[in-house]
């Protein structure tokens, strides 16, 4: 896989993640807001694994490719980005299950950020009452 590409999937990984926790997240407003970064990310994606340049990347090239050793310890298989099940990846496909995973993200972030919260106020309130 390409280093760079590879260098800026983990920097956008962590730069959401920050983001998620260092303020309180309205998710869809966070989720919408990196929806053209992860159409860049589908972009680049699509166009290393797309051996044969035709803008579909069967399963074949996809097993081939760097990024189904990574999909796989993320628990992501071949037709999991098949989303229209017609046996080959497009873009539409690939954003798809990237918005889809990076919104469960999202979603995960706030809820562990909510149950911080809610157990930092748990500890105030037994403080007070003391």
């Given at each position: 896989m390409?280093?760079?590409?590879l260098?800026?999937l983990?920097?956008?990984g962590s730069?959401?993640a ?6 309180k ?14 159409r860049g990310?589908a972009?680049?994606?699509?166009a ?10 069967t399963?074949?090239e996809y ?9 796989l ?7 999991d ?7 080959k990846?497009?873009e539409?496909?690939?954003f ?6 990076h919104?469960q ?11 911080k919260?809610a157990?930092?106020a748990?500890k105030?309130?037994k403080s007070?009452?003391?």
């Amino acid at each position: 896989m390409n280093k760079i590409i590879l260098a800026s999937l983990i920097m956008f990984g962590s730069a959401v993640a920050w983001q998620a926790h260092a303020e309180k997240i309205n998710v869809a407003e966070a989720f919408n807001n990196m929806q053209d970064q992860l159409r860049g990310v589908a972009k680049e994606r699509m166009a290393a694994i797309d051996t044969n340049k035709d803008g579909i990347v069967t399963k074949e090239e996809y097993n081939q490719s760097e990024f189904a050793q990574i999909n796989l310890q993320n628990n992501l298989k071949f037709s999991d980005f098949d989303t229209d099940k017609d046996g080959k990846i497009n873009e539409k496909d690939y954003f798809t299950t990237l918005s889809i995973r990076h919104y469960q993200l999202l979603v995960r972030i706030a809820k562990a950020e909510e149950a911080k919260d809610a157990k930092a106020a748990e500890k105030v309130e037994k403080s007070e009452t003391k």
